[in-house]
């Protein structure tokens, strides 16, 4: 399953992650293309969409593809095309799909749900 997801942190180093609707892990804002999209199109799509965040796809910056296990999809591995968004003083806020979203930093991440991708490879240490 190939995804875009964005790596988004605030000034106190904090990861922003989002749980969809039906679901329990924590993963960073992002997901599937459309049919014709472009990795960082999709990318900044699924920010307005999921988190209500302005980003073109041309002021996202490629941090390179990953794989993990997909969290929400037990014995399929997810390949995303991750990308630093930086948004600016807007303010994430509950969007399409969400149920919640929240910054987690190396000390709030124990005892929460975060997907593989974000926890391996993104979460602050």
Avoid at 35 to 40: A, N, V, Y
Avoid at 91 to 107: K, M, Q, S, T
Wanted: aromatic share 4%.
């Amino acid at each position: 399953m190939h995804v875009s997801a964005a790596v988004i942190v605030d000034a106190e180093g904090r990861l922003l992650l989002v749980r969809k609707a039906g679901t329990t892990a924590f993963m960073q804002p992002g997901g599937k293309p459309e049919p014709g999209e472009s990795p960082s199109e999709t990318l900044s799509r699924e920010l307005a969409e999921e988190v209500g965040v302005s980003v073109a796809p041309a002021d996202l910056s490629s941090l390179g593809t990953f794989t993990a296990a997909a969290a929400n999809e037990p014995g399929f591995v997810v390949v995303a095309e991750v990308f630093a968004a930086d948004i600016g003083s807007q303010h994430p806020a509950v969007g399409a799909e969400i149920a919640e979203l929240r910054w987690v930093g190396a000390d709030d991440a124990d005892g929460i749900d975060i997907a593989p991708l974000a926890r391996e490879h993104f979460l602050p240490r």
